[in-house]
């Protein structure tokens, strides 16, 4: 017996699992993330997103696993010149969720899923706070538009070199500063 749901919720509603009801087996959620959940967490560096986060929890017994899969593109701004720059989103969260108090001392081993305990009483698992922190480490700290993209017109108060196509084909050559030197 396989259940599923589809959930499309605003900031509102939360990014919620319903822990109490959940049918044994597999359930599905599904979620789109944008500009308005970033704004709730007053994050001022993500400009807009268009994100699907896509939710298989599987129950069985008291075993909860929460498997969710977080993928699109945000817009931040270029480091360099200032410009919306897009940038690409694919995020993998593994979780298990415990009832009880955290008292586990042991630091989950590489390829382990991540425990989140919830209390016995708990009715749901707010997946808005995990998301949010997964897709924001998953940035690079460097936002940069690939060479020669950024604007020209900002650049040239940097006083960085304007790339041209020209410069691009020649690629990375070490002595392409020495082609004119014998003219």
Not at 97 to 123: N, W
Request: with cysteine; glycine share 8%.
């Amino acid at each position: 017996m396989r259940a599923q749901i589809y959930l499309w919720v605003s900031m509102s509603d939360g990014f919620i699992i319903p822990l109490n009801g959940l049918a044994t087996g597999k359930n599905e959620f599904s979620w789109k993330v944008g500009k308005e959940f970033f704004e709730s967490f007053d994050n001022t560096e993500v400009i807009d997103a268009e994100l699907d986060a896509e939710v298989v929890v599987e129950k069985s017994g008291r075993y909860i696993g929460v498997d969710c899969d977080v993928f699109g593109s945000v817009m931040v701004e270029c480091d360099r010149c200032l410009e919306d720059l897009e940038m690409p989103v694919d995020v993998r969260i593994r979780l298990s969720v415990k009832y009880g108090d955290e008292e586990s001392s042991d630091a989950p081993q590489e390829g382990e899923r991540e425990v989140v305990f919830v209390p016995e009483d708990g009715v749901g698992l707010d997946m808005s706070q995990i998301i949010y922190d997964y897709v924001c480490v998953s940035l690079p700290m460097q936002r940069t538009h690939a060479p020669g993209e950024c604007n020209p017109e900002t650049m040239k108060y940097f006083g960085a070199p304007v790339v041209t196509e020209e410069d691009q084909a020649e690629g990375e050559n070490p002595f392409a500063a020495l082609k004119d030197m014998f003219k």
